[in-house]
């Protein structure tokens, strides 16, 4: 079998689920950045999950969950998404050649350890990988996967194995496509609308969401004590900030760049300036990495108290900036 799709372009993206619906969106004519699908999905959020463990530590998550970006995208553009996960992967393998056949180019949902394309100290067990097929080409399938910076290749049972890992958000066999369109633009309404999602959000009430969910993650850093399992925790943090799906730091960069994107859309010059105060918001998170990162190495003393402040300044940081965007767009 050789299908290839081809008007279909690839742009490298910071986060693998935002450039996908990117990718899709602008593959069917959408006029669409990666920064306007992160925030018209409201997808910037904060959430510290005790009774969800990676790795035996707890999932900490700086964006809301997979296809939450892929969903956002359904009212803004009127489009129709199809999804579909599968029992058996041959029949996921099967129904993947198919859509290709009919012209459509579609995104999986994959584990990042089982692709041959990243190099090998890049791949850990995290399933919610997201990249789209383009084409195949004998058993190959042509890859077009956002955080690349060019297309690639992957052979069919390296695909399968991918698509069909197990453990924490296993994928089974996920894919999606596009089934219709009916708006092209981005609206004002549609900005608006957004912004006050995301701020209802990070200002919410449900404890471990949000800028309360920050709160309770200093808390618990505080409470560490010198021992080498405190210093996993808070290599864990790092990683899950700065390593697995572009993070706390790069996603506040990303609503930066919407927000400035979303000024003269809407008329609103006040965003702009509230996206000078996230990029800020977004070196503080990077600040809070080195220093861990620098503590655990043992470059510095592990001073766990010192970490739960900087979160704790985060936590202050986020709070009053969510407030004044309240406010920007009331």
Known sequence: MSTVIANYQHRHAAHCESGAATNLLTHHGVKLSEAMAFGLSSALS???????????????????????????MRKPFQASFRFETFRAPEAGMHRLDELLTQGKVVGLQTSVFWLPYFPQDMRFHFNAHNLLVYGKDGDDY??????????????????????????VLAPKGLLYYLDGIGRTEVSADAVRSAIKKTV???LGPIPFVGVRGM??????????DTSEHSLNYVGHI???????????????????????????????????????RMNDI????????????????GR????????????????????DFFQALKSTVA
């Open 215 to 224: 709160r309770m993650l200093a808390n618990k850093v505080a409470k560490l």
């Open 300 to 319: 510095e003393i592990f001073e766990p108290k010192s970490l739960a402040g900087m979160l704790r300044m985060q936590a202050r940081s986020e709070s």
């Open 142 to 167: 042509l890859i077009s996967d956002p955080v690349t910076d060019l297309p690639q290749r992957c052979a069919s049972a390296d695909l399968q194995r991918a698509r069909f890992a197990k453990g």
């Open 238 to 276: 790092v990683r899950m900030q700065e390593e697995i799906g572009t993070g706390g730091a790069g996603f506040r960069f990303i609503y930066a760049a919407f927000l400035q994107e979303a000024a003269p859309i809407t008329g609103n010059a006040r965003l702009t300036l509230l996206a000078d």
């Open 200 to 202: 209802r959000i990070m």
């Open 282 to 297: 977004g070196d503080g998170w990077r600040e809070f990495a080195v220093k861990a990162a620098r503590m655990i190495k």
């Open 46 to 72: 904060f959430a510290y999950l005790p009774f969800i463990k990676l790795t035996g530590f707890p999932l900490i998550a700086y964006r809301m969950p997979p296809k939450f970006i892929l969903k956002g």
